[in-house]
């Protein structure tokens, strides 16, 4: 028999990494208006078809996003549930430093840190009992993947705090 994820489509666009559609799909349902905020600032696509690109029953071949779109899409809901879809299949980790979100001091990173750093050895305490018996499910690997994923991302805009913190330090004396 084969085998069938314990999660929701909700609660699995949380803890792995997506398809590039289905992270579209829901970045966009999860932003202020969904499609209709989309594609609002988009002005001249209409909500309806914005919802049949993000299909995904793929029902309308001809219905595709395009780039302009998936960057507006990026650009508007910054989600990197999307970055991530796009990059993993290459192997690649893309990491948002361009700006640090409000509360995102060098102490809210750690502290950030240390709680996934918990979780990924919540995950690595199961991992270990499931090699141990040679079968590592789905979700487990899903799961650790995209918590590999994070901790990277975390790691680095933590870098980034600290090096801005040391060029402050250094340009104040």
């Known amino acids: 028999m084969p085998y069938r994820s314990r999660w929701s489509?909700?609660?699995?666009?949380?803890?792995?990494?997506?398809?590039?559609?289905?992270?579209?799909?829901?970045?966009?349902?999860?932003?202020?208006g969904g499609a209709t905020g989309i594609a609002g600032a988009h002005g001249s696509m209409s909500p309806s078809t914005l919802n049949h690109k993000l299909s995904l029953t793929g029902s309308n071949p001809k219905?595709?996003?395009n780039i302009d779109e998936l960057g507006?899409?990026?650009?508007?809901?910054?989600?990197?549930?999307?970055?991530d879809a796009l990059l993993h299949p290459i192997g690649f980790v893309g990491?948002?430093?361009s700006d640090l979100r409000e509360g995102e001091t060098a102490e809210a990173l750690l502290e950030s840190l240390g709680?996934?750093?918990?979780?990924?050895?919540?995950?690595?305490?199961?991992?270990?009992?499931?090699?141990a018996d040679n079968h590592v499910n789905c979700d487990e690997l899903d799961e650790f993947e995209l918590l590999t994923e994070r901790l990277a991302q975390?790691?680095?805009k933590l870098l980034f705090v600290v090096r801005q913190k040391h060029r402050e330090g250094r340009a104040n004396g």
Do not use: N, W
């Open 9 to 32: 489509s909700i609660e699995r666009a949380k803890r792995t990494i997506l398809l590039p559609t289905q992270a579209c799909r829901h970045a966009v349902d999860e932003y202020p």
């Open 63 to 65: 219905h595709r996003l």
């Open 72 to 83: 507006l899409i990026m650009e508007l809901t910054r989600d990197p549930r999307i970055v």
């Open 95 to 97: 990491i948002d430093v």
């Open 115 to 131: 709680s996934m750093l918990s979780r990924e050895g919540e995950l690595i305490t199961h991992l270990t009992k499931s090699l």
């Open 154 to 156: 975390a790691v680095f």
